[in-house]
């Protein structure tokens, strides 16, 4: 069966003249776009079905039963992370136990599912955009496929310390002009899903229109899909507060 894919996005500097310059349609469909490009050739089972949702829609993107029909959710946000529910973000973290992948894009390290998933802090050092050479530390994992063992971009700059837990594989490491290195590639484990944390995607620059970035979110998409049948329902006997 095809893989599908919900593309999330705050949908609020899209509609700013210098972000539209960029992305057109907006960030989720700029994903949207190459997510499907990438269906070429590749057989039923390894086919992306994308669809997008936004903040501003009904149940905050995801009314009609959207989040339940997901294998992989990708995030975009930035600065609104405080306007999604608590009770949105508990859903999604539930659904990640369950099998559902979850790719955390830019700024959603901050996001609450990202906090949520992770149980720290996730902060970082940040600075103005920067020359980014992104190198693949992990040559051999699935996400890395097709990817060379650098390339560069012009980025947001990111620094370490970056508070999250010792990812559980490290695909992608970052050096930027500033002299501050960053893990740019995180996977994690949680429950039966997977979880991708992916460093570019400044709004304001066009990383997700390089090739090598659109690769490595494809693969992502679908290194993050369920690999297998979960047999009951994942449920939680204690609920921690949100960070």
């Not at 310059?21 to 039923?44: C, Q, Y």
């Not at 859903?91 to 979850?102: A, P, T």
């Not at 996400?143 to 990812?167: D, K, N, S």
């Not at 429950?191 to 390089?210: A, K, L, Q, T």
Request: a negative charge; glycine letters at 8%.
């Amino acid at each position: 069966m095809a893989i599908k894919v919900t593309v999330w996005n705050e949908n609020v500097h899209d509609k700013e003249e210098y972000v539209r310059a960029i992305h057109p349609n907006g960030i989720h469909n700029t994903v949207k776009d190459f997510l499907m490009r990438s269906n070429a050739g590749l057989p039923e089972d390894q086919q992306l079905i994308v669809r997008t949702a936004t903040l501003d829609q009904p149940e905050q993107g995801f009314a009609d039963g959207l989040l339940e029909d997901t294998d992989v959710l990708m995030w975009w946000g930035h600065m609104h992370h405080g306007e999604v529910s608590d009770e949105l973000a508990e859903r999604i973290v539930h659904r990640v136990w369950g099998g559902m992948g979850f790719i955390a894009l830019h700024s959603a390290h901050m996001s609450k599912p990202f906090m949520r998933l992770m149980g720290t802090p996730c902060t970082l050092h940040w600075g103005d955009e920067k020359k980014e050479i992104m190198w693949t530390a992990m040559p051999s994992h699935e996400i890395a496929a097709g990817v060379p063992e650098h390339f560069e971009l012009e980025e947001e700059m990111y620094g370490e310390p970056f508070m999250v837990p010792t990812p559980d594989e490290l695909v992608f490491m970052s050096w930027f002009e500033t002299g501050y290195v960053f893990r740019s590639g995180c996977c994690y484990k949680r429950g039966y899903g997977r979880v991708f944390y992916f460093e570019p995607g400044h709004e304001s620059r066009p990383s997700y229109h390089n090739e090598h970035v659109q690769r490595i979110l494809s693969n992502a998409a679908r290194w993050a899909a369920p690999h297998f049948a979960i047999p009951h329902e994942i449920k939680c006997d204690w609920e921690p507060s949100l960070v």
